[in-house]
């Protein structure tokens, strides 16, 4: 079995930074992409950022210049560094991975989700 386990999160106020960190354990022969996604209330699900396994990273337009993903390949964790941080940033964050079984088939995982809250 697989987890994903993100950790990190918290109260800021605007302007403020945080590092969420997800770090997958279990059985893994590899990890081809990383992503944080992001979920408001009463919104939907949407992608922030994905990282793959060279380090390639993609960015939702909104977010550019803000938020930066980086991954730790040896550690199977994944970062999201958030800088200048504003209300509307106010949601659940989950990491969703890419794990790649004994087989070479490919299983999709979400973490339990870690809150973050901009408010002053």
């Known amino acids: 079995q697989v987890q994903l386990v993100e950790s990190g999160g918290g109260l800021v106020q605007p302007g403020g930074s945080l590092r969420l960190s997800c770090a997958a354990s279990g059985t893994i022969f590899g990890i081809p992409a990383m992503s944080w996604y992001r979920q408001a209330p009463g919104k939907q699900r949407d992608l922030v950022a994905t990282?793959?396994?060279?380090?390639?990273?993609n960015y939702a337009d909104s977010l550019k210049g803000r938020f930066t993903i980086s991954r730790d390949n040896a550690k199977n964790t994944v970062y999201l560094q958030m800088n200048s941080l504003k209300p509307e940033d106010t949601a659940v964050y989950y990491c969703?991975?890419?794990?790649?079984?004994?087989?070479?088939?490919?299983?999709?995982?979400w973490g339990q989700g870690t809150q973050v809250t901009v408010s002053s």
């Open positions: 969703y991975a890419a794990i790649r079984r004994i087989s070479g088939s490919l299983a999709w995982y």
């Open positions: 990282i793959t396994s060279d380090g390639d990273t």
